[in-house]
């Protein structure tokens, strides 16, 4: 496995510039920003993510604020008081992508939401407090207890919502092979405990955090 200056050089080397990185690479929120995010942007930003899977992202975006009317802003607390007739009706809006498994979806994770809210105060709470250093375990808690949060959709959730994570993109899985870090589909928590080793290392040489490394890890990958 390189070291961060290896990975650090390589970037130089492919971009000429450390403002040329810099300007690719993203920057994760604060847990205070975090903490202070209401949790009906949670289940906004959460049904999001399970739309846009499979999907144009452009195309499920142009449509978010009809979904934004239908579903109440997303409040948790309403959402878990609608039934099948609602989202029977909700299938005829032909200003909503009408899939009525990713439909469930939403009031299913809002109870998931009011679950974690009872458990940690808010669900922003467990957001933000979760160390980053075993941000593998959150992936695993998203999959196991929320709807369609599994495979890439939770590290891809909490990139979205600002939490510092890495992806294990197929630029990312290649490059770590490469490495010698892992040797097949990280699926298994052996794979991801030996990513989350890999990622835990170089945020110590490096000081950046996870986000940015797995994005500059990503472009060691030649195409």
């Not at 390189?2 to 994760?28: I, M, T």
């Not at 008081?81 to 809006?93: A, K, N, P, S, V």
């Not at 009011?114 to 695993?140: C, K, M, N, T």
């Not at 929320?146 to 939490?163: C, D, E, H, I, Y």
Request: proline content about 5%; overall charge neutral; aromatic content about 8%.
């Amino acid at each position: 496995m390189h070291d961060y200056a290896w990975l650090y050089q390589h970037c130089l080397n492919r971009f000429g510039s450390a403002e040329a990185l810099e300007g690719r690479l993203p920057v994760p929120r604060s847990p205070e920003e975090l903490l202070a995010t209401p949790d009906d942007r949670y289940l906004s930003w959460m049904s999001l993510r399970i739309f846009r899977a499979g999907m144009t992202h452009a195309v499920v975006d142009a449509r978010w604020p009809a979904f934004e009317e239908v579903f109440f802003g997303f409040d948790p607390q309403k959402l878990v008081l609608i039934g099948g007739e609602h989202l029977e009706r909700l299938m005829q809006d032909e200003r909503l992508i009408r899939h009525l498994g990713k439909l469930k979806s939403v009031p299913q994770n809002a109870q998931f939401i009011l679950d974690v809210a009872r458990e940690h105060g808010r669900f922003a709470a467990l957001i933000s407090q979760w160390p980053v250093e075993d941000i593998v375990g959150l992936w695993r808690l998203l999959a196991k207890r929320a709807t369609q949060l599994g495979g890439l959709s939770a590290p891809r959730f909490l990139r979205m919502v600002g939490k510092d994570t890495f992806i294990p993109t197929e630029d990312v899985v290649a490059a770590l092979k490469a490495q010698g870090v892992i040797d097949k589909a990280p699926t298994s928590q052996r794979e991801q405990a030996a990513m989350q080793a890999a990622f835990n290392q170089w945020r110590a040489e490096s000081g950046r955090p996870l986000c940015q490394l797995s994005v500059m890890l990503a472009h060691t990958v030649n195409h």
